[in-house]
């Protein structure tokens, strides 16, 4: 939603002031010059990425008009249920979690979050570093060695869209160049013409560049911001189930352990302590 607000802000301040200034709408009507500029942009987004980057790029925009899943109250069914695991090893012992790391869908402590349970790259992440917890001899160190390579990873994964998005506004401008370049080279064979309508062609040669410039600025560059945002937000979800499973390897009570995770959340989704402790109470 607020994508769509910032696209109608862009749009009425630039041409509502453009209007007010006494210019003519009709003059910035240029079809043939916005089809040099994004046909032009939308074919090197094709050649300058692989399939791959092609593909995650254009799953990734249909969510950009959707507000951040990460919102507090995920953080807080994420935190209940490490907490509900945590206790759960620490009163019947690892093997006790075992049925719940194998089949979450089916565990019925992941049932009652169902936020959670229905992000499979957290439960992905979750189960994984439980079932080598259960069943390996790893220590907390190689453990969080492994952890940061995959958050690296999927840091890494996330960025792609948004870099690849980022270097489609970077040339737009360049592309809004060239359509003004064209619509001189036209304005330059025509110069025979009476000087009203030389005046014309000149004028519109010229919205090229102001096309180039406003689509790479006003429109497209900001997705690349957005989803930027949204990658950092996704890893923050990792870094705190591993900041919570690194305390209690460390033998840190659940409740404790919990209280690491809960400090490594930026201030605006932060729940404060005893609004933490009563949440998870609630849930058990």
Not at 131 to 146: A, P, Q, T, Y
Request: no cysteine; aromatic share 8%.
């Amino acid at each position: 939603m607020l994508v769509i607000i910032g696209y109608v802000v862009v749009a009425a301040s630039v041409f509502g002031g453009f209007a007010l200034a006494g210019g003519h709408m009709g003059a910035l009507f240029q079809p043939v010059e916005l089809l040099m500029i994004a046909g032009g942009a939308g074919g090197a987004f094709f050649v300058g990425n692989t399939g791959k980057t092609i593909k995650g790029t254009l799953k990734a925009l249909p969510g950009i008009l959707k507000g951040s899943k990460y919102s507090k109250d995920s953080y807080m069914e994420l935190m209940a249920l490490l907490y509900e695991l945590l206790g759960k090893v620490r009163k019947e012992g690892l093997m006790a979690i075992e049925g719940d790391v194998e089949n979450p869908e089916e565990s019925p402590i992941f049932a009652k979050y169902p936020k959670i349970l229905a992000d499979h790259h957290v439960v992905e992440f979750l189960t994984d570093y439980l079932r080598i917890m259960v069943s390996g001899n790893l220590n907390s160190m190689e453990i969080e060695n492994l952890m940061d390579v995959e958050i690296d990873t999927h840091h890494h994964e996330a960025m792609v869209p948004a870099h690849a998005i980022a270097k489609v506004g970077d040339g737009m401008p360049a592309f809004g160049i060239v359509a003004a370049v064209m619509g001189v080279v036209h304005t330059m064979e025509s110069v025979g013409i009476p000087p009203a309508e030389l005046g014309i062609l000149i004028a519109h040669a010229l919205v090229g560049t102001f096309l180039g410039i406003l689509l790479a600025y006003g429109f497209v560059g900001p997705l690349s911001g957005l989803l930027e945002q949204k990658a950092e937000e996704s890893t923050k979800m990792f870094q705190t189930i591993k900041v919570t499973l690194l305390a209690n390897l460390n033998g840190y009570a659940p409740a404790m352990a919990v209280e690491f995770g809960r400090k490594a959340l930026l201030s605006s989704e932060r729940p404060g302590f005893t609004e933490l402790e009563a949440h998870v109470k609630q849930k058990r």
